[in-house]
C-alpha cells in the first residue's frame, strides 16, 4: 500500500502520507483503512502529504467517485493536501474543485507548515 497512516488522538489529526505511485484504487481504498483504524474518529481534522509521491494515475472519473463519496469526516473537519510537485498539486486542485460540496474546508498547500497551520497545529 502507498500510504502510511498515523492518527494523533491528543492534536486530533489524521496523516496520511503517500508514497511512490498512487492510482485510483488507492485512492477510493484509503478512506476505508482511516475509517477502520481503533483511532479515528471523524471530528478530527486530516492532512494528506503527496510529498514522496513519484507518479500520480489518478483519472478524473477516480476523482469524481472519491468527491462523490460522504466523507468519513465531520463536514467541519478540515483537510490540508500537502502538494508540492506540480503534477500532485494539479490533482489535488482537481479534487478541491469537484469536492467542494462534500468537504467544503479542504485546502492544497505546498508545504507541511502551510497545512499544520491551517489545521491549527502551530
Do not use: C, W
Not at 478541491?96 to 491551517?118: C, D, G, M, Q
Amino acid at each position: 500500500m502507498p500510504a502510511i497512516l498515523k492518527i494523533n488522538p491528543q492534536k486530533r489529526v489524521v496523516h496520511s502520507t503517500f508514497f511512490g505511485l498512487v492510482t485510483d484504487a488507492e485512492l477510493l481504498r484509503h478512506a476505508e483503512t482511516i475509517s477502520s483504524h481503533p483511532h479515528f474518529r471523524p471530528e478530527y481534522d486530516e492532512i494528506v502529504d503527496l510529498t514522496m509521491v513519484t507518479d500520480m494515475q489518478v483519472t478524473a472519473n477516480g476523482l469524481r467517485q472519491l468527491a462523490s463519496r460522504k466523507s468519513v469526516f465531520l463536514a467541519s473537519s478540515k483537510h490540508a493536501v500537502v502538494a508540492p510537485k506540480d503534477f500532485s498539486f494539479q490533482k489535488a486542485e482537481e479534487f478541491r474543485r469537484i469536492a467542494e460540496s462534500t468537504r467544503p474546508n479542504l485546502k492544497v498547500v505546498r508545504t507541511a507548515a502551510e497545512a499544520y497551520e491551517f489545521v491549527g497545529l502551530r
